[in-house]
């Protein structure tokens, strides 16, 4: 006779590991329903990762209840992921008898006539690369049928590199998202907001220059200016506050950390800013006034922080700190979370002036990484052409 096997026990849903920030956190918020508002609640739950939480917590009591469930649906109105556990939770409520009538979806009402919703186009983005381009798609319901579509790239320091905009039908708007998805690396869902914020961003690069790239976007901007909200500044504050990043998360093994995971590869400094402080630096190397590897070592440094200062000046450092939290947002979405603060501590850390003492340890490890693969590809004479080739197609810069 067969022996049956034993079955696994079922994990129960939720996330039973959580530190000691989030607890805290739990515990204000659990201990402040029954004296405020949900405005004030809604205040205390910062990211969608602690709405979740406090709806596995909090017990199904109708006085709590209510004004939690409005404090998180108006705050993360269009995260998935919460208005799962919503839905989980109001259901959970239902079979203790608590009923909220506000949010039970009416079956028995149907719009006479059924039109595309602005809320809810299509929009994708892809991870922003180290100089600053960005793969976008949007595609706007029409009414009574079509969309129209937005496809490009867009950079945030030149405008948009390419964009094409037009209506097309609906099975040519799926052909133009299925070759989206075969040439970006990681497309990742995104809000109208969001899209639209970089659209503008590029947008204003290039305004007044009218070339054809922008010409494809003026064929969408007023219907993008006239349904989307433009956030005010970064997206990724509003799932991760600065408050939750701390200093020490930017140690050099942290930032190596960073720098090594996939969607970071083409964060390479531009071979014509570095080639001069590498010639430096092997001189240095060579010298023979330099007799210790003391006096070497801080050269070279020093060579660093030359080469750092110029090739990173204000604008410039303000960019890769935006780049960095467009970063930390995907990173987010992939849930991802500690490369996304990290990535944040990073953006952060640009913020503070270079000192004596110290220069910015992410521009830093940016510049020793990009010379280690230069050096790294030199060192064949393919390599060599590489290197002093500006319009190489492998290398992004800055």
Do not use: C
């Not at 909090?58 to 919503?86: M, W, Y």
Request: aromatic share 6%.
């Amino acid at each position: 006779m067969a022996r049956k096997k034993d079955k696994k026990p079922k994990r129960k849903r939720g996330n039973h590991l959580i530190n000691r920030d989030d607890q805290a956190k739990l515990e204000d918020i659990l201990g402040a329903l029954q004296e405020e508002d949900p405005s004030d609640i809604r205040e205390r739950i910062t990211s969608p990762r602690l709405a979740r939480l406090v709806l596995e917590q909090v017990p199904p009591d109708e006085a709590l209840s209510r004004p939690l469930v409005f404090a998180i649906k108006g705050a993360f109105p269009h995260d998935k992921t919460v208005q799962k556990s919503l839905k989980r939770f109001l259901f959970k409520l239902k079979q203790k008898g608590i009923s909220i009538p506000e949010l039970e979806e009416r079956k028995d009402t149907k719009p006479l006539v059924r039109g595309p919703d602005p809320s809810e186009p299509i929009a994708y983005t892809g991870p922003i690369d180290g100089a600053g381009n960005r793969p976008l798609f949007l595609a706007i319901p029409r009414v009574p049928k079509g969309f129209d579509v937005g496809i490009g790239i867009a950079n945030d320091e030149l405008g948009f590199r390419d964009f094409l905009a037009g209506t097309q039908s609906k099975k040519r708007m799926k052909e133009l998202k299925a070759f989206f998805f075969e040439q970006v690396r990681d497309p990742l869902e995104t809000s109208l907001a969001h899209i639209a914020q970089i659209m503008e961003m590029a947008y204003a690069r290039h305004e007044s220059t009218g070339d054809e790239a922008s010409q494809g976007y003026l064929k969408i901007r007023p219907w993008i200016l006239e349904n989307a909200t433009l956030p005010e500044g970064p997206l990724v504050y509003q799932f991760i506050s600065p408050q939750e990043i701390s200093r020490s998360l930017l140690t050099a093994s942290q930032i190596d950390r960073l720098l090594d995971h996939r969607l970071m590869e083409t964060w390479i400094v531009d071979p014509a800013a570095i080639e001069s402080p590498m010639e430096e630096i092997q001189k240095a190397k060579e010298s023979p006034i330099l007799i210790s590897d003391t006096q070497r070592a801080g050269r070279i440094e020093e060579i660093k922080a030359e080469a750092i200062a110029r090739i990173y000046p204000g604008e410039k450092r303000r960019l890769v700190k935006r780049r960095l939290e467009e970063m930390a947002l995907v990173l987010f979405k992939m849930e991802e979370e500690q490369y996304a603060k990290i990535a944040l501590a990073a953006a952060i850390s640009l913020d503070e002036d270079d000192t004596i003492f110290g220069v910015n340890p992410f521009l830093t490890a940016l510049v020793t990484r990009s010379m280690e693969f230069y050096s790294k590809m030199t060192e064949d004479q393919e390599g060599s052409k590489i290197l002093r080739s500006p319009s190489s197609s492998n290398i992004i810069v800055p």
